[in-house]
């Protein structure tokens, strides 16, 4: 029996509930326990959520244009720099990551649905609520948190009226995290169908696994560090007060011991992202597998081990300062045979050029050169010029916007036939993506320079030589900003129809072969794989 | 194929809509209430009083669905993957601040006692002497007598490792289908665990009214009272979910091969049982 009879003949047997639809009216996405349902209001919610933070990111620039005050104050600058990374990573990145897991790992490993319905649903909400009270901090008295999204005592606990929402904002995000997380850990340990062994999973599940298990590991060592801040702002505790006998430096080690994995947590679903779409267009196996997956798990093991590497100015130890350098550019190992794997499974592939394949290639290529930039910031004397400069920030958004911005767009094109049963408008989409990469390029190149030339970072205002590359890589992100409300056109008109073309089940050419969800039906009806398939696509040797 | 090997997917769910309903109310009138708004208390009563409906409310069908065997061994699997996971992140929570306790004893007091020549420390403390306990050159909170391993803790020690002991034969009693002493050990281990939160809150008045320790006493107080108390907290909600096991076998639940709730109970029971060891050992002992 193959997965599709599997599929239309759901409704004959089994449990009650597996065949109702949707409830009725706006409820429904209220108390949803589907995982398309709540997958859905994950992206739509993060799609939100990263026009907030762009908004953000466009009243820097604007304010960041010409030297001098033009539009904002100081404290505001720094309020929306640290907003504009929270929002970002907490609000739009991770939550668009867990919507493509809510969504796909099921359907990929031939569940159901996810292992912890209920507790599904409320993992979406608190993320509502927490960033909710995230937002309220900008409208109090002293305005939001200016001290940077990492918040360093002692700087962090001169935030006005806003310190405590932040905090308790932190945790309600870290406990809807923490619950995705385990959500999908246990989806993936306990749903798989009975033929999908481990080694036979699609790659972006088995990323997914990996930043599962970071997730449950450092979101409550975020949440203890954000607590203790809370202590020692209102219980009179010492922790980050040398007074007392505590250390500030303390909160940095917690911070990127919670920090380092959490890049990670933002970057291996998007190398999954890759390593599903890449042989679709290249029309072959997916190069090195098993090297992927173990891979993956280096790059997570290496995630906690590195972390004083955000901190090579602060005064370590030699020996610290050399641990860190060291371990720290290990991770270049299994990052290259990632890299190196995605180059030789397009290698002479039968390659086409849609939209979700030209993000793709944008992304092995753009992140690369993020990569290379981390290389060279790990290396500690060198570090002692680039930190806090502007480098570092051209450095972390070339591996945040052409990488996990890229895949998840590329994620979108890529599944959206699936997911509507309409076909996006590919001009457009092409034309999203040309002027998406040139440029975000444009927006960001610039900045090595002027960190290069010394120009710091979180400064609303700048000397005079930084002008010329400070212009242009505004100009940059207005157009970058500009070309994303493409994208918003596609999804709605996707939605909504799209080209009117009716799109097969396999979508893509051969698609079958590279993974469950392509043997079900477009749009994929309500309920999928109620009894588990028997075939499973193998994308690889 | 029959019914009830489909796993099961409830239709929807209100309960966890109201649960961060209750989460958000609390929180923000916490935050007013910090911030000293007039708001914060009632607005955070609220909150609790949704939340503590929500909790009876979910774990009350949670309860009626398993006991009417609507969750197959596919289930009672995910349920367990997710306590175990939970329990893990518990691990990490408290690994903060056993960390924060090595890096305070280890690194930062004595790098403030002038190791490792740093300059700044000793101009600005130049008298400082390291020492454990302390509360830093500023002697931020007063003289203070630090908590001695042998009263209190020790006899705490002792209820929580019994309780452990009378939890596992509560579950051996469950296994070999003898109610009563399932009831009796359940009865034991809630009693145990209800002691040592009684002992805990007379060494905490012991150390506020007669050692001048407190959470302001420097990083001595600080570590102590975060990590004894975050560990009593557990302490509380352990012995409540205990109750509510206890409460649920005297109405004859659970069969020797259907009873997430008591091994969630019991994971978690010994998890706050093998944290006090290390807190005994490195806040206590040490």
Redesign the interface.
């Known amino acids: 029996m193959s997965a599709v009879t599997a599929e239309h003949d759901h409704d004959d047997h089994h449990h009650d509930d597996h065949s109702h639809g949707p409830e009725k009216g706006w409820l429904r996405w209220v108390v949803t326990t589907n995982h398309k349902d709540i997958g859905t209001l994950y992206l739509l919610f993060a799609l939100a959520m990263f026009f907030v933070g762009g908004t953000m990111a466009m009243i820097i620039r604007a304010e960041l244009f010409e030297p001098g005050m033009q539009f904002v104050d100081p404290q505001f600058f720094n309020s929306m720099t640290t907003m504009h990374a929270l929002v970002m990573v907490f609000g739009a990145v991770m939550p668009a990551f867990v919507g493509l897991a809510n969504w796909m790992v099921p359907m990929m490993i031939g569940a159901p649905d996810m292992a912890l319905p209920r507790m599904n649903n409320m993992s979406f909400w608190l993320l509502v609520a927490g960033v909710l009270l995230l937002a309220s901090t900008l409208f109090m008295e002293g305005g939001a948190p200016a001290g940077g999204w990492t918040l360093y005592p002692p700087l962090v606990l001169q935030t006005g009226k806003a310190l405590p929402f932040a905090i308790f904002s932190v945790h309600l995000l870290g406990v809807s995290s923490i619950m995705g997380a385990i959500n999908i850990v246990a989806t993936i340990l306990n749903m798989r169908a009975p033929s999908m062994s481990l080694m036979k999973m699609p790659m972006f599940v088995w990323t997914w696994l990996i930043t599962g298990f970071l997730l449950i590991a450092i979101m409550p060592v975020f949440a203890g560090a954000v607590t203790m801040l809370l202590t020692d702002k209102f219980f009179h505790t010492s922790f980050f007060d040398a007074a007392g006998g505590g250390d500030p430096v303390l909160y940095q080690h917690i911070f990127w011991f919670f920090g380092h994995p959490e890049v990670y947590v933002m970057i291996l679903p998007t190398f999954g992202v890759a390593s599903t779409i890449i042989p679709v267009f290249a029309r072959k196996p997916l190069f090195g597998y098993s090297s992927m997956v173990y891979a993956t798990a280096a790059i997570a093991f290496l995630s906690f081990i590195v972390w004083a590497h955000h901190m090579f100015t602060v005064g370590m130890p030699i020996s610290g300062e050399l641990y860190f350098m060291y371990a720290t550019m290990l991770i270049a190992i299994p990052t290259g045979v990632k890299v190196f794997n995605w180059t030789a499974t397009m290698w002479k592939g039968a390659m086409t050029f849609e939209t979700p394949m030209l993000f793709s290639i944008a992304f092995v290529v753009l992140f690369t050169l993020g990569g290379f930039t981390g290389l060279m910031m790990s290396i500690a004397p060198a570090d002692f010029q680039y930190h806090d400069s502007y480098f570092i920030v051209a450095h972390f958004h070339y591996t945040l916007v052409p990488a996990s911005i890229f895949m998840l767009m590329a994620a979108g094109y890529y599944w959206m036939p699936k997911w509507t049963g309409h076909m996006y408008n590919e001009k457009i989409g092409q034309l999203h993506f040309w002027l998406s990469t040139i440029s975000v390029n444009i927006l960001f190149f610039p900045q090595h320079f002027l960190g290069l030339a010394g120009m710091p970072r979180r400064i609303p205002d700048y000397a005079i030589q930084f002008s010329d590359w400070n212009m242009i890589s505004s100009i940059g992100g207005f157009i970058f900003g500009a070309s994303q409300l493409l994208f918003l056109y596609i999804v709605v008109d996707t939605i909504k129809g799209g080209t009117g073309e009716k799109v097969t089940d396999e979508v893509w050419e051969d698609a079958h072969k590279h993974g469950l969800e392509w043997t079900l039906p477009s749009p994929v009806p309500y309920h999928t794989f109620s009894t588990p398939p028997t075939v499973i696509p193998c994308d690889h040797d | 194929?029959s019914?009830n090997n489909?796993?099961?997917?409830?239709?929807?769910?209100?309960?966890?809509?109201m649960?961060?309903a209750g989460?958000?109310t609390t929180?923000?009138g916490?935050?007013n209430y910090?911030?000293g708004s007039s708001i914060g208390s009632p607005l955070m009563m609220l909150g609790f009083a949704i939340f503590i409906v929500m909790v009876a409310g979910?774990f009350t069908l949670q309860a009626t669905e398993s006991e009417s065997g609507m969750y197959n061994h596919?289930v009672g699997?995910?349920?367990r993957?997710?306590m175990m996971?939970?329990i893990?992140?518990?691990v990490?929570?408290f690994?903060?601040?056993f960390?924060?306790l090595w890096?305070?004893r280890n690194?930062?007091?004595p790098?403030?006692g002038g190791e490792?020549a740093k300059v700044a420390?000793k101009l600005?403390w130049s008298n400082y002497t390291a020492t454990w306990p302390?509360?830093?050159?500023?002697n931020?909170?007063g003289h203070f007598e630090p908590m001695g391993a042998f009263g209190l803790p020790f006899v705490n020690t002792l209820l929580l490792l019994s309780s452990g002991v009378t939890c596992t034969w509560a579950h051996h009693g469950l296994l070999a289908k003898k109610r009563d002493q399932l009831i009796k050990g359940l009865i034991a281990t809630v009693g145990l665990g209800f002691l040592f939160v009684l002992c805990q809150a007379f060494e905490y008045h012991e150390a506020y009214t007669e050692m001048g320790l407190?959470?302001?006493s420097?990083?001595?107080?600080?570590?102590f009272?975060?990590l004894t108390g975050f560990h009593g907290f557990h302490v509380c909600v352990g012995a409540i979910i205990l109750s509510v096991v206890l409460f649920r076998s005297a109405k004859g639940h659970f069969t020797p091969e259907n009873h997430f709730a008591f091994e969630a109970a019991a994971w978690y029971w010994h998890f706050v049982d093998v944290v006090w060891l290390g807190l005994f050992v490195f806040v206590y002992l040490m």
């Open positions: 194929m019914t489909a796993y099961y997917i409830p239709h929807k769910a209100t309960w966890p809509v649960a961060t989460l958000l929180l923000a916490f935050a910090l911030n979910w596919g699997v995910s349920y993957m997710g996971w939970f893990f992140s518990e990490m929570f690994a903060v601040f960390g924060t890096y305070t690194l930062s007091v790098w403030l490792g420390t600005l302390t509360n830093g050159p500023g931020v909170g407190t959470l302001g420097g990083i001595y107080g600080s570590t009272f975060m």
